[in-house]
């Protein structure tokens, strides 16, 4: 099956300033990869995702990369703020599997310093 | 439009106990998922369903048991409750899309 890979598991860092999660898949087969931002107490929820057939992908403040040769992708939170303060957590998904569910990361708390 | 909604919020149960989640999606989705959330392991797939009356296992379906009678409910049961079962658990749909969307969760204490 699937394994996902993500770091740091916790990142601090100033207001304003941006920052990147990492996270690496093992099995070439996967296709979609998406990003989930979870405040507390709540569900997780869609931010951002990319499908194998793209390299990069932005939505105002955040954009995702995905480098298939390395089997790496990775999310970019620019100009940060501290609602942005929140765990996220990166997935894949196998192609073909239609109804298999997300493989996920362990989840990278974010904190925002102001 | 309330998305995916799941009952009860919070629950105790003693061990040996047996108890039934309910999720709920009002979207017509075909897809939904029963995921668990322990700390420092991300979400892991217990079952999911590809539509009425189907379901299959995930990574993780020993102690559980899920139906899916009516294409928008998903329920989620355990016949014995074990303290390992102590646990946040999130019921996610989705239709034709990649996108999944999550219910706000049921925090479930085995004692």
């Known amino acids: ?114 | 439009n309330a998305g995916v909604t799941q009952t009860p919020k919070f629950r105790v149960l003693k061990t040996g106990q047996s108890m039934t989640l309910l999720c709920a999606q009002d979207m017509n989705h075909e897809y939904m998922y029963w995921y668990r959330q322990d700390p420092g392991m991300g979400l892991r797939l217990i079952h999911y369903s590809v539509g009425e009356g189907t379901t299959a296992k995930g990574e993780v379906p020993d102690g559980y048991n899920v139906s899916r009678l009516k294409k928008q409910n998903f329920l989620l049961g355990l016949e014995s409750a074990a303290p390992s079962q102590t646990s946040v658990y999130f019921c996610a749909s989705r239709e034709g899309t990649d996108t999944q969307y999550f219910g706000p969760g049921t925090r479930l204490t085995v004692l």
Request: charge should be negative.
């Open chain 1, 1 to 114: 099956g699937e394994n996902v890979e993500q770091h740091p598991s916790t990142l601090s860092v100033q207001e304003g300033d941006s920052a990147v999660i990492k996270c690496t898949y093992s099995d070439s087969a996967s296709n979609y990869f998406p990003w989930y931002k979870q405040e507390l107490g709540k569900g997780p929820q869609l931010i951002i995702d990319i499908r194998s057939n793209v390299g990069e992908k932005k939505d105002q403040r955040i954009a995702v990369t995905l480098n298939k040769t390395a089997k790496h992708f990775s999310l970019h939170i620019t100009e940060t703020q501290p609602e942005d303060s929140a765990v996220y957590f990166c997935a894949a998904r196998l192609s073909g599997g239609g109804a298999d569910g997300l493989t996920f990361g362990k989840g990278t708390h974010l904190i925002i310093q102001p």
